[in-house]
T-cell receptor
Framework: GAGVSQSPRYKVAKRGQDVALRCDPI?????LFWYQQALGQGPEFLTY????????KSGLPSDRFFAERPEGSVSTLKIQRTQQEDSAVYLC???????????FGPGTRLTVL | AQKITQTQPGMFVQEKEAVTLDCTYD???????LFWYKQPSSGEMIFLIY??????QNATEGRYSLNFQKARKSANLVISASQLGDSAMYFC????????????FGPGTSLSVIP
């Protein structure tokens, strides 16, 4: 595709449910990033992949958060046993090579009731 | 630790006027990059401009220019000839040399352009 796509765009979950958020990076982009953006704040780094390798997961807030990119393209961010504090917009970004400009997707707005 | 500060939560500017959005940063990395992104109400982050810490000249991209003052650790964004479509959130961000591609964002400034 022409840009980074994310699905679903909106997700409402009941507290305790598991959710899976998908990111399709720009074709050929090696690097992929996940960010969490709470309402009224700037994005905060969650995790980074180079191809299929997860090189940095220091931003994941708890062990309920898990990300994968098994074939080095599409990535999934999974949140287990969602809590109200997980409500945020989850942004995915990709770049052609390490340290290139990052292109962002439209985000998934997660609301946990 | 790296940190980005944007002290203006909200700004107003008259259409066709210029506006400066402030950004200061803190890092111990000798080499780093500074970015500005625009986020309209649709939510997508749009890259505007980049400044490398060793770049000799201030970056410019069309109506956007970055006023980089390394000694003061500031990287203010200047938007000339404001347009109604410039109304959005603006985020200053930084990438250091020691943290792969991790980008640290500031809290953002909300810009409203008044007709």
């Amino acid at each position: 595709g022409a840009g980074v796509s994310q699905s679903p765009r909106y997700k409402v979950a009941k507290r305790g449910q598991d959710v899976a958020l998908r990111c399709d990076p720009i074709s050929g982009h090696v690097s992929l990033f996940w960010y969490q953006q709470a309402l009224g704040q700037g994005p905060e780094f969650l995790t980074y992949f180079q191809n299929e390798a997860q090189l940095d997961k220091s931003g994941l807030p708890s062990d309920r958060f898990f990300a994968e990119r098994p074939e080095g393209s599409v990535s999934t961010l999974k949140i287990q046993r969602t809590q109200q504090e997980d409500s945020a917009v989850y942004l995915c970004a990709s770049s052609l090579r390490q340290r290139d400009e990052q292109f962002f997707g439209p985000g998934t707005r997660l609301t946990v009731l | 630790a790296q940190k980005i500060t944007q002290t203006q939560p909200g700004m107003f500017v008259q259409e066709k006027e210029a506006v400066t959005l402030d950004c200061t940063y803190d890092t111990s990395d000798p080499s780093y990059g500074l970015f500005w992104y625009k986020q309209p109400s649709s939510g997508e982050m749009i890259f505007l401009i980049y400044q490398g810490s060793y770049d000799q000249q201030n970056a410019t991209e069309g109506r956007y220019s970055l006023n980089f003052q390394k000694a003061r650790k500031s990287a203010n964004l200047v938007i000339s000839a404001s347009q109604l479509g410039d109304s959005a959130m603006y985020f200053c961000a930084m990438r250091g040399q020691t943290s792969y591609d991790k980008v640290i964002f500031g809290p953002g400034t909300s810009l409203s352009v008044i007709p």
